[in-house]
């Protein structure tokens, strides 16, 4: 049996996600315009290159937010298990975008690295002391809230943010680095940006790496499956539990169940058993959008992976 459900009274999880990703947007827009100006005016390549990553921020922020909009999408006859990948595939958008950051920033790092120049300018510190907290703040926000919808894509979005503070951090670094060392110490900053960009990779692939597997229908934790096992055998006439598969699609999980029933029940009766399960997970679990229920007739030998209450 499967009749998909989705409570109209229940906001959608993407309603979070899209107001932190907007957030996110917005706050992005107005650092670029913050460390670019001080890059250019404070003879910072480190800010500019923050400035530089900030800008990507803004774009992949914004197929973030075009990816969630996509995901909250009710099931259509083109795509009955609804819209939930385009989520994901925001996020691969995400980290391949971070590498195509990396990438420029560390071209440009060396750049500057072999042409002599200036030290910059101390007021530049005090800027990057207000980007790093800004940054940092929106990281938690949004991760917070990417936990709390289940969303790859917000949490991406999130540590995007968390990578443009490591960036902002390492500036500072370099450029008191350059301050306070005086002649020979300019290329701190340089150096120091080079290093952000290893950083934004690392930070990529740990963006990439789960909305992957999310695309490629890895199964989530195994505690996952568990406990729609348990909630399943707490259901009258529900002798045992077989198969459960699992596999989440955007905001939402699937669940593939096999329960084991008296063989003697009529059709009517295991119907109405398989209803009432398929009822229980979701009431138990409402990230749980539909239910296919097998029903197992009981025999004496039951198979290896049942679990019997």
């Known amino acids: 049996m499967n009749n998909a459900r989705r409570n109209p009274e229940i906001p959608h999880p993407s309603e979070k996600g899209l107001r932190s990703t907007l957030i996110g947007i917005l706050a992005n827009m107005g650092l670029v315009l913050v460390k670019g100006a001080a890059g250019i005016l404070g003879n910072s390549y480190a800010l500019i290159a923050d400035a530089i990553e900030s800008a990507s921020d803004v774009l992949t922020s914004f197929i973030v937010w075009i990816g969630l909009k996509a995901a909250s999408k009710e099931p259509d ?31 440009q790092s060396v750049e500057h690295i072999l042409t002599p120049h200036k030290a910059p300018a101390p007021f530049t510190l005090i800027v990057l002391g207000i980007i790093i907290v800004v940054k940092e703040g929106l990281y938690r926000y949004s991760n917070r809230v990417g936990e709390e919808v289940e969303s ?3 949490k991406a979005d ?5 990578a443009d503070a490591i960036t902002s951090l390492t500036a500072f670094v370099g450029i008191s680095i350059a301050l306070i060392g005086g002649d020979g110490y300019e290329t701190a900053d340089d150096w120091a940006a080079l290093i952000a960009s290893v950083i934004i990779v690392v930070n990529a692939y740990h963006i990439f790496m789960p909305a992957f597997t999310e695309i490629m229908d ?11 096992k348990e909630i399943a055998e707490t259901v009258d006439r529900v002798i045992a539990t077989e198969k459960c598969l699992v596999r989440k699609m955007g905001f939402e999980y699937f669940v593939d169940l096999h329960v084991i029933v008296d063989g003697n029940l009529t059709v009517r009766e295991g119907h109405d ?37």
Request: hydrophobic share 55%; net charge negative.
């Open 273 to 309: 058993i398989a209803h009432l399960v398929k009822d229980a997970i979701i009431e138990a679990k409402p990230q749980v959008y539909d239910v296919l229920i097998h029903i197992e007739p009981f025999e004496e030998i039951l198979p290896e992976n049942a679990t019997i209450f």
């Open 77 to 107: 006859a083109d795509h009955p298990y609804g819209h939930g990948k385009a989520e994901p595939l925001a996020a691969i958008v995400v980290a391949v975008a971070l590498i195509g950051a990396a990438i420029l920033i560390s071209i």
């Open 218 to 228: 890895a199964a989530p934790p195994s505690e996952f499956a568990s406990e729609i």
């Open 152 to 154: 790859t894509a917000v």
């Open 158 to 162: 999130a540590w995007h943010h968390r």
